[in-house]
Structures are given as C-alpha cells and as structure tokens.
C-alpha cells in the first residue's frame, strides 16, 4: 500500500487547508485511517483517525472543534479538514492505515503499518 499526502503549505494564524492522503496498491476501505504530526525536535504525535466506514472519529483533544477527519472509500482518500490554525499547528503531518481491520490504541504509532510521507504545514503568527 502506497499513501500519498498532499496539501500541505504555509497559512497565516486563523486560516484553514484541507489535507488529503491518497492510497494505492491495496485495501484501503476496510481500515482505519490516522494523521499524525511530528514538529520540528519532537516525537511524532497522534492527531486524528477515523474508522473504516467513516462512521466513528477519534481526535485529539486540543484538535477537536477545529480539525474534522474525513474519508472516501470511493477514490481511497482520507481528508483532515484545519480550521482555525495556530502557529503551534506547525509540523510534518503524516497519514497512516492501521495495521489491522480494528485497532483499540488508535493514538499509537505502532497500530499503523503503512505511512505517508508528509506534508509540511506552517503556521505563521
């Protein structure tokens, strides 16, 4: 499996991007689907992830309210809405396909087999 971010870039404080990861080369509808963020001198930490259906979301807390993660099982693209960004925002996010049809540690790395490159978002204040 093969995931492809894009969207990333440079907004100012307050502005929004729609991040979206394609997937290719496998099963893509039948997992779970993260975001993860890694700042510049700091571990990678988990942001978002949603279920196979879509039906279920999970966020982290200071993400909630401003961040919707979405996907389309159709064209095997997961989306991760950002609304209202904050300077601290700023950071290589990465998306990932769980390791297994249902992970319960949905906030681990370990429980996602496949990632994404990154994208590079900055957020200027």
Known sequence: ?????????????????RLSCAASGGTFSNFYM??????????????????WRG???YYEDSM?????ISRNNAKNTVYLQMNSLKP????VYYCARSSAQYIGQ???????????QGTPVTVSS
Do not use: C, H, M
């Open 88 to 91: 601290e925002d700023t950071a």
């Open 64 to 68: 909630k309210g401003r961040f919707t």
């Open 1 to 17: 499996v093969q995931l492809q971010a894009s969207g990333g870039g440079l907004v100012q404080a307050g502005g929004s991007l």
């Open 55 to 57: 039906g279920t979301t």
């Open 34 to 51: 993260g975001w993860f963020r890694q700042a510049p001198g700091k571990e990678r930490e988990w942001v978002a992830t949603i279920n």
């Open 106 to 116: 949905y906030r681990s790395t370990n429980q996602y087999y496949y990632w994404g």
